[in-house]
């Protein structure tokens, strides 16, 4: 997403391109986009960059928001059958593949039943169009409900040491009907790195500028947490980010996070999480330490929390 939306200035196409396929050479095989990070660009950055390596990869993208004819985010959520067959015919296109590997509903849609956009999605995998069926920011009840029509194979949700919701919310049903969890800002979109401060602004195209958790008071009171992550790491010779990526790896088998980056040493940082090795015992100091922090703000404004189905 970092490629083309939501952070406010964004790289050269070419060196997102580069990026990409540096990822790939470093043995990456998920590559996460949706048709409205751009909208529309992300998935053509995807589609070029993986061409030539299309049977090494898994490509993942998303349906379900109103995007306006001059290219445009419109306004809410649209999950209208008619709506996901066309929106998987133009993602095909731009991303130069002829089927979509995994492909999630966005948000969910309350003015279409869920059993209406997996019967959707499960026709599109008839007709060899899509292989796999997944659902982002939906309840264990929604999940249920489409999986009982379309099998749901990944489930992507926000997860990480500073949003922990999921675990009490949707751990017992996922690994109860066997479905994987794709944790989107697993660094808590940068915060968990540690490279902000209690003096760190964003510029107003950046949608963190908007988010309670960034907000002065906000940024400054969770800072308490990204120091505790800096001790641990400095005990095991990583950096916080690679202490946050581990926890969750550690977390479950079937938890596959997707950082996201735009400068080749942050997907190299990140990618050194997978040769940390946490005990049950640093996985305990962990769960002490945090448990001690209580995050300040919430996720998103209101307006934004309520596009999150459930």
Known sequence: MGMSHGYGKWPAKSEMIALTRAAVDRGVTLFDTAEVYGPFTNEMIVGEALKPVRDRVVIATKFGFNINADGTQGQGVNSQPAHIRAVVDASLKRLQIDTIDLLYQHRVD???PIEDV?????DLILAGKVKHFGL???AAATIRRAHAVQRVTAVQNEYSLWYRDVETELFPTLEELGIGLVPYS???RGFLTGAMTANTTFDERDFRHALPRFKPEALAANLA???LLKSIAKSKGATPAQIALAWLLAQKPWVVPIPGTTKLTRLEENLG???LELTAQDLREIELATSSVDVTGERYPAHLEQMTGR
């Open 225 to 227: 947490l990204v120091e």
């Open 110 to 112: 309350p003015s279409v």
């Open 136 to 138: 982002s920011e939906a």
């Open 186 to 188: 697993p660094l808590g």
């Open 118 to 122: 997996a019967g959707a999605v499960r």
């Open 273 to 275: 999480a997978m040769r």
